[in-house]
């Protein structure tokens, strides 16, 4: 018999495998594939068992035990096959990953698993490769016309249409069972290398029990970033989602400001018994935030800032900021403050980053500060961001002593439902 040669047909669909005759070495007809499955633990992309049978009762093909694909079917080397008995080690492809929500992680989003493809390996015996996940147009015709015509005609068909699929490597499953999650062996790491913004856009995309899933592998400090980046209601659900202690670990990493907006929208109870999971400055920190009206400046305020005494030399705040990477990635502005800890004065970074070290910073301090009280409503505090083109806004309290910064994102952050509800 004339083998199958050409690239294009060395791939099989798993719609074309499930439906496959099983053939003996004598050439006997054993039965039809029902589902395949990988085994990540020992190969991230080897079909490890071929299951047939029907009803509750199925047998397992190991991949040892197959010698080729062709067009009748696949061959097998002997016909020892043993009962299969659900194994949790077990990927199931068409139970587990068709109509199945996966992360694109080359392009940013969240995609539904329409078929899979796979390649014929050559490694001793021929075995099959997962290859690539089809997400458009091809894998949802092969599905509508699974079993109504035969497969040439389908592929001459499908030839003709856009593909859109996604390399295997490029895939992060997101099980919402903990345990599954761990025994895939499919790395995160990807997930972590995309912007937060862009995980936060994601995870807005997924169910709930594939959030809680997500977030679960994330560390803490990545998972912090991306909260802080998805909606209000969303955020919400996820941290009700959470375990407390997990939600703590989270927030902790998180500015306090922020943090405190996370935890507004929940319950009592469920606000309290996080804080009383979080380490004791930070909760001493969000519970006092959380006191503060949402439209007030004390409200809208960050206490992440850099504040140094105005008697020091840029050399001083330059040592300072040595080692407060996550202060860093917002810092526009160091704030000055005397002895007693009033506002004196407010730098912007640039002119540090140009002054001699031996200058004193009182000399590249603003001559007038914008500031405002705790008290100070929202739709002031907007207005000074505008005339004045502010990045960052210094809150003071009664006696002029620095409490808190609100920074041009906090702003941002603010009139993002006011401008949606506009549009």
């Known amino acids: 018999m004339e083998r199958i040669r050409t690239e294009s047909e060395r791939l099989v669909y798993l719609t074309e495998l499930t439906g496959m005759r099983l053939i003996g070495p004598q050439g006997t007809r054993i039965g039809r594939v029902r589902e395949a499955a990988v085994a990540p633990r020992d190969h991230p992309r080897r079909i490890a068992r071929f299951l047939f049978g029907s009803g509750r009762t199925k047998f397992a093909v190991r991949w040892d035990q197959v010698l080729a694909f062709d067009e009748d079917g696949i061959r097998l080397s002997d016909e020892n096959f043993t009962p299969y008995h659900g194994d949790d080690y077990h990927l199931l492809l068409t139970k587990d990953l068709l109509d199945q929500q996966i992360i694109d992680v080359n392009g940013r989003k969240v995609v539904r698993v329409n078929d899979i493809s796979l390649r014929v390996a050559l490694n001793g015996n021929e075995q099959l490769w997962v290859h690539e996940v089809g997400v458009g147009l091809q894998g949802a015709f092969r599905r509508l016309v699974e079993g109504v015509l035969p497969n040439r005609i389908i592929r001459d068909v499908q030839a003709k249409m856009p593909p859109n699929s996604i390399p295997w490597e490029a895939c992060n499953i997101v099980e919402p069972d903990p345990l599954r999650r761990l025994r895939l062996l499919i790395s995160h790491d990807r997930l972590e290398r995309i912007h937060p913004a862009d995980l936060a856009d994601i995870v807005e995309e997924l169910g709930t029990d594939e959030r809680e899933a997500l977030f679960e592998t994330l560390d803490e400090e990545h998972a912090a970033d991306t909260l802080e980046e998805i909606k209000p209601t969303v955020k919400t659900s996820i941290l009700h989602s959470l375990d407390s202690g997990r939600a703590a ?35 001493g920190e969000v519970a006092e935030l959380l006191e503060y009206d949402d439209d007030t400046a004390a409200g809208m305020m960050g206490t992440r800032y850099l504040a140094h005494s105005s008697e020091s030399t840029v050399a001083d705040v330059v040592e300072r900021l040595r080692g407060q990477d996550a202060l860093l990635k917002r810092l526009t502005h160091v704030f000055l403050i005397d002895t007693e800890g009033r506002l004196a004065g407010t730098v912007p970074l640039g002119r540090l980053a140009v002054a001699r070290p031996d200058v004193s910073v009182q000399t590249l301090a603003y001559k007038q500060t914008v500031q405002v009280g705790m008290d100070t409503k929202h739709d002031e505090i907007i207005e000074l961001f505008d005339k004045y083109n502010l990045y960052s806004l210094p809150v003071v309290d009664d006696d002029g002593r620095l409490q808190g910064v609100v920074k041009a994102d906090d702003v941002i952050a603010y009139l993002s439902p006011e401008i949606e509800r506009g549009l």
């Not at 500015?255 to 979080?278: F, G, H, T, W």
């Open 249 to 283: 670990d989270i927030l902790e990493e998180m500015d306090p400001a922020e943090a405190a907006d996370a935890l507004a929208n929940l319950e009592e109870s469920a606000r309290e018994e996080i804080v009383s999971d979080m380490e004791q400055q930070p909760a």
